[in-house]
């Protein structure tokens, strides 16, 4: 175990933690839509219902959300890696090819999801170069896939989950 921690070296072996991989989206103000990737995303406290996600602070979506008062969050399923790696490039309508649903709350949904998540925005707290996001749980509901995304080691290894 060494104390000085290099950065890279951090980030190398941290990917060796598996995570599940989830869409965090909104509609701002003026009715436009945001979204980023993200392999952050939590569960926190049950009474009450509390989810959280760390977005970078130099997230340009992530930027383009924080006047929103509530959020989706729609947990990928293991066949939509395209979707992942759409709503992670900067820069780009990440919702331009993908399918999703508006919600009544307003918040888009990605479609054929693992899972979905509708939240109010309960607090941002200031963690080094990312922000810890909590939401608390308005609504939740499973979607039609069975099979979650999962990220390990820079790749999408598969879970069968069931077979
Ligand atoms: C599998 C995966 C997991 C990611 N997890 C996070 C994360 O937890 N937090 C984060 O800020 N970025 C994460 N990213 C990177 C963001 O998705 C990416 O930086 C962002 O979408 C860039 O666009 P933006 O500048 O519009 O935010 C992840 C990317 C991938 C492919």
Known sequence: MSNAID?????QLMGRYP???????AQDANGKLHGLTVGSFTSISLEPCL????????????????DVTRFSVSVLSADQEAICGAFARSGEDK???????????????IDDAVLWIECDRHSVIEAGDHLLVMGEVQ??????????MIFCQGGYPQLNIGS
Request: charge should be positive; glycine fraction near 16%; avoid cysteine.
């Open 95 to 109: 919702f331009a090819n993908v399918g999703y649903t508006l919600s009544e709350l307003g918040n888009p949904l």
């Open 19 to 25: 995570t599940g991989v989830a869409i965090i989206a």
């Open 139 to 148: 609504r939740i509901a499973g979607g039609p896939a069975q099979q979650p």
């Open 7 to 11: 950065g890279q070296q951090f980030r």
């Open 51 to 66: 989810v959280g996600f760390f977005p970078g602070v130099n997230s340009a979506s992530w930027n383009a959300m924080q």
